[in-house]
């Protein structure tokens, strides 16, 4: 349903071809790149709750709690795939499929990735994190349809991107050797609170998403608004890179 909502939707638009498209992207690219800070890129961390995650010990349910939903209020990357999640869906039942489809495959590498201590770069996860934003822009605007004439299944794509998010924050609390007094119940509160600030988030982005679909522009800027999506995940994706190929020629 949800498929056959964005396809339809891309068809009343008009789709446009391929080198259009890039055409566009590229230069929205340009102008985001120059305009967003480098702080604003994907799972950032702030100095202070580095320093706090690495010097703390012991059971710290609620300093962990607010750690995990200010990291996913604050995490554009997670903002924006769950804003392309939402973008068509306009029943309560199909957010909450989607939104906890998203929310298993996080929680689950989330965990399993600190406590067993699997760690990948980085910088690749985060890349891979710009790329499900791309993903999922490009299926609102119905390419995979008019390009390779296969609808991918929204609901796995959702849930295998929601691991992958949930691995780079996994590998990022790793890079902070978080002590082992007290690491389970941390992370399952730190988890809470990722799931607490994601409702938060995914709420705002609601109210906002239900008065803007009320007015007529959104039919006249859905497409540009998946375009601008898609720009900033081709953005995060290629800032990651860079600093993957950087930091390991260093």
Same mark, same amino acid.
């Given at each position: 349903?949800?498929?056959?909502?964005?396809?339809?939707?891309?068809?009343?638009?008009?789709?446009?071809?391929?080198?259009?498209? +890039?055409?566009?992207? /590229?230069?929205?690219?340009?102008? &985001? %790149?120059?305009?967003?800070? *480098?702080?604003?890129?994907?799972? !950032?961390?702030?100095?202070?709750?580095?320093?706090?995650?690495?010097?703390?010990?012991?059971?710290?349910?609620?300093?962990?709690?607010?750690?995990?939903?200010?990291?996913?209020?604050?995490?554009?990357?997670?903002?924006?795939?769950?804003?392309?999640?939402?973008?068509?869906?306009?029943?309560?039942?199909?957010?909450?499929?989607?939104?906890?489809?998203?929310?298993?495959?996080?929680?689950?590498?989330?965990?399993?990735?600190?406590?067993?201590?699997?760690?990948?770069?980085?910088?690749?996860?985060? +890349?891979?994190?710009? /790329?499900?934003?791309?993903?999922? &822009? %490009?299926?609102?605007?119905? *390419?995979?349809?008019?390009?390779? !004439?296969?609808?991918?299944?929204?609901?796995?794509?959702?849930?295998?991107?929601?691991?992958?998010?949930?691995?780079?924050?996994?590998?990022?609390?790793?890079?902070?050797?978080?002590?082992?007094?007290?690491?389970?119940?941390?992370?399952?509160?730190?988890?809470?609170?990722?799931?607490?600030?994601?409702?938060?988030?995914?709420?705002?982005?609601?109210?906002?998403?239900?008065?803007?679909?009320?007015?007529?522009?959104?039919?006249?800027?859905?497409?540009?608004?998946?375009?601008?999506?898609?720009? +900033?995940?081709?953005? /995060?994706?290629?800032?990651?890179?860079?600093?993957?190929?950087?930091?390991?020629?260093?």
């Amino acid at each position: 349903m949800w498929a056959l909502t964005s396809n339809k939707s891309a068809a009343r638009w008009g789709w446009v071809t391929p080198a259009r498209a +890039a055409a566009l992207f /590229l230069l929205a690219g340009v102008v &985001a %790149l120059l305009g967003m800070p *480098a702080e604003a890129f994907a799972h !950032g961390v702030t100095a202070g709750d580095k320093g706090f995650i690495m010097e703390s010990s012991g059971m710290l349910l609620v300093p962990f709690m607010y750690l995990g939903a200010k990291h996913m209020v604050t995490g554009y990357d997670h903002l924006l795939f769950l804003l392309g999640v939402i973008f068509f869906l306009y029943r309560l039942k199909d957010v909450g499929l989607y939104v906890t489809l998203f929310a298993v495959g996080h929680s689950i590498t989330l965990l399993l990735g600190v406590l067993t201590g699997v760690s990948v770069s980085a910088f690749l996860i985060d +890349a891979i994190i710009g /790329l499900s934003v791309v993903y999922k &822009a %490009l299926d609102n605007l119905g *390419a995979y349809q008019v390009w390779f !004439g296969f609808q991918p299944d929204t609901r796995a794509a959702t849930l295998i991107f929601g691991l992958f998010h949930g691995f780079g924050l996994a590998t990022k609390i790793l890079d902070f050797q978080m002590s082992s007094d007290g690491l389970v119940p941390n992370l399952v509160a730190f988890n809470v609170g990722v799931e607490v600030g994601q409702l938060l988030a995914l709420s705002a982005i609601l109210i906002a998403m239900s008065y803007w679909r009320r007015t007529g522009s959104f039919a006249r800027h859905a497409y540009s608004a998946n375009v601008a999506i898609m720009t +900033a995940g081709f953005v /995060l994706m290629g800032y990651q890179l860079v600093g993957y190929f950087v930091f390991n020629q260093g």
